[in-house]
């Protein structure tokens, strides 16, 4: 009984940055370093797949200040990490939709996927724009689009999950029991 999979809702950084006197990015920029923490006990557990939901589709309604800290921080970190990254065997895969992100950490994201698209020790799914309910319009629209019939079997392969088991832990930090559109 091997865990294939664990996702985490990363919640509770502004909480957390506030708790002690500093500011909620500060609890964003420390979170950076707990992801890291994460990747590495993960692939030290042999877990193939790890998913972290790092922004959802209701978090454009955060303040603009705090969207622009949190893409530039994910965009630095990619520029200054993904050699490393990749010499760990560590595949980064993105769900959600990333057209609609700004341009440059679009194109960092993007350079990301295909520099590690070869890794095979463990992947990460960033959730980024990520919303369950905006998955599954998606896969609809896209069944629509190619005109394929509408059946389960081709719903799954418009999915941003597809070809990912379904998690086998969901962890949500920061205290709260919900989805929040996960
Ligand atoms: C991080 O936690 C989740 C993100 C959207 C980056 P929050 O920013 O929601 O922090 P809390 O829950 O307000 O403490
Ligand atoms: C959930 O946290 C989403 C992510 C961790 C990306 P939120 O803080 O955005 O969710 P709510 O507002 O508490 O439901
Ligand atoms: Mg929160």
New binding site residues.
Partial sequence: NRINHIAII???????GKKRGKS?NY??LK?VGVIERLVKESIKLKIPILTLY???TE?WKRPRREIDF?FKLIEEYFYKEINNLVKNGIKINILGNIKKLPKKIKNCLIKSISKSKNCKKIIVNLAINYGSKYEILNAYKQLERKNEKISFKNFEKNLYTKNIPNPDFLIRT?GEKRLSNF
């Fill in positions: 990363m919640d509770g950084n502004g909480r957390w909620r609890g964003h979170g790092t922004f959802s978090n949190l920061g």
